[in-house]
């Protein structure tokens, strides 16, 4: 995972913006399966000549043809390239839910407007262009011309316009086009979106996994009648139309299959693969020993000793590059409910208990990289410098003295809490539960850890907020007003997941969430987000961990894999097999 390699490229993606303008959100919560970097200096190049009369000509020799397989044939169409994913889709309309498993499929069947490449840059999709009035208030798309839907209709202004709206209706992130008053459609080519207010998370917002472009013709009764989630469209091959370089064949959730094949008249051109198959596999080391066979091509590994293992196997490529717009960042979630809980001391206490560097270098090999905040440290407004709750236990005694829990003779502070996680993850969530129990007894606090045999009896705990501590995994979704405001709100304090489940109020913070949210001056909207997060450091709703180390593991055999921002949710049209 790139760790700081996107900050200067979105900042001039912002700073255009910027440019061009001159110058509260709500959420509901994900679904269950969402919330689940080293800098390198490059080499000094040798030095170069003035002209080329600078340099003397080399001495020609004669060469020898090269054998067939030294030559590089490029691209080649054609083959059958499996993804090995961990958790099967219900459906594969993004419009509707978000997660990974919905993501990754809904990402080749449909087009968006807008792509981006692994360092936040915007490039085009379906819009071959964008622009911002100089209020900030009204954003226009210029599509492409020539594209279709599979059914060999024209993609146009107004079914751009209706998917934009049946996200805004349906699906969970509500900040994403929350700010959208209307949209209108002068022509077949052109979109323009009013908005209520400047929005800068508007162009991620277009990304593939947060905008699917679907058929109005195919989707608008399911829409306007309020079926769309049950809609067949949505898994039914023979219902289903979509926009993207692949053609839905098969769904097969007890199999865990889904199969496309390539559109021919994609706009872009054909895609090289020929066959693309997403196969659910829940089990790593079935995965890794599918990828070693050649039976997968790609996959995400999290797992220590699953991402150590896949290191050491011949013609395989691990990266952590291909995840950073995800963001997962590894928390300790506090219920402010709680009566313990609710001094801030305690929480302080708390966390300067914990041993961080033992946390990401011992029981997780250095794979992660330490979070102090929800921002993700691969984000252009992640802010170091804040306070990270260093190891210090003489300081934690102070703490909890301070806050009336003194030690007694036997060195027990009289306070009992239990801790949940999430089951399926037990690296970063089980694994470091233990840790907290066994480092919070030295400090004479009792934990009780509490194991649900399922996420949905986890989620059963947090929603209702019927936990004391329990750890999360919650995605930044590469803007934070897309997936960290949520977590913050007082309205969004509500008994579903993922929304704000420490029951964290601060009116004070929420106007500079508000604030952030329409800032368009780079500089202006990265102070903001310093400021938003040094009082997060201060109040600690959450205490930070790390960050949710996923690898992008792939055959070598599959040349030009997307590893961008959004990894494996974003099109496979470019990338083909060399063999």
Known sequence: ????????????????????????????????????????????????????????APEVEEEEEPEEEDVDSGPVSGGTVVLATQVQATSINSN???????????????????????????????????????????????????????????????????????????????????????????????????????????????????????????????????????????????????????????????????????????????????????????????????????????????????????QGLDGIVVTPEGTEGIGAVVSMEYNLEDEVLSDVRVRQAIAYSLDKDFIVNTLHGGLPFRAKSPIHPGSPFYDDSMEGYDFDQARAAELFDEAGYPADGDGNRGISLTIDFI?????????????????????????????????????????????????????????????VHRSFLEANIQPIPFANNSAYINADLEAKLSEAAVELDVAARTALYAEIQATLAEDLPFHWIETLPTHSVYSESLQNPPLTIWGAMSPMHEAWLSE
């Open 423 to 483: 089951p399926g993850v037990p690296d970063y969530q089980k694994n470091v539960a233990e840790y907290i129990k066994s480092a919070l007894s030295e400090v004479g606090v009792e934990i009780e850890i509490r194991s649900s045999p399922d996420i949905g009896t986890w989620i059963g705990y947090l929603a209702p907020r019927d936990y004391d501590l329990t750890m999360n995994i919650l995605f930044m979704w590469a803007d934070p007003v897309i997936g």
């Open 96 to 310: 509707i839910q978000s997660g990974n498993a919905s993501g990754s499929p809904s990402s080749q069947l449909f087009a968006s407007p807008i792509l981006f490449d692994g360092d936040y840059n915007p490039e085009p999709y379906l819009a071959e262009s964008w622009s911002f009035s100089d209020d900030g208030l009204q954003f226009t798309l210029n599509l492409v011309e020539g594209a279709t839907f599979h059914d060999g209709e024209p993609i146009k202004a107004s079914d751009v316009a209706f998917s934009i709206n049946m996200n805004k209706e349906f699906h969970p992130f509500k900040p994403m086009f929350g700010p959208v008053e209307s949209i209108d459609t002068p022509d077949d080519q052109t979109v323009v979106l009013n908005l209520s207010q400047p929005h800068p998370a508007i162009l991620i917002a277009m990304s593939p996994a947060l905008l699917p472009v679907m058929p109005e013709h195919v989707y608008g009764e399911a829409v306007a009648d309020g079926t769309i989630r049950e809609f067949a469209g949505n898994t039914d091959p023979d219902v289903f139309v979509g926009s993207g370089p692949f053609k839905l064949d098969e769904f097969d959730p007890s199999n865990g299959i889904i199969r496309m094949s390539r559109y021919d008249d994609f706009f872009l051109g054909a895609p090289y693969i020929e066959e693309l198959v997403i196969q659910t596999i829940q089990d790593p080391n079935t995965t890794i020993i599918a990828l070693e066979n050649g039976e997968v091509h790609s996959a995400n590994l999290q797992g220590v000793a699953d991402v150590e293992r896949a």
């Open 1 to 56: 995972m790139r760790r700081f390699r996107g900050l200067l490229a979105l900042l001039l993606a912002f700073a255009m913006l910027a440019a061009a303008c001159g110058g509260s959100d709500d959420s509901s919560g994900d679904t269950a399966s969402d919330d689940s970097p080293t800098t390198t200096q490059a080499e000094e190049p040798e030095e170069i000549p003035a002209t080329i009369a600078d340099t003397a």
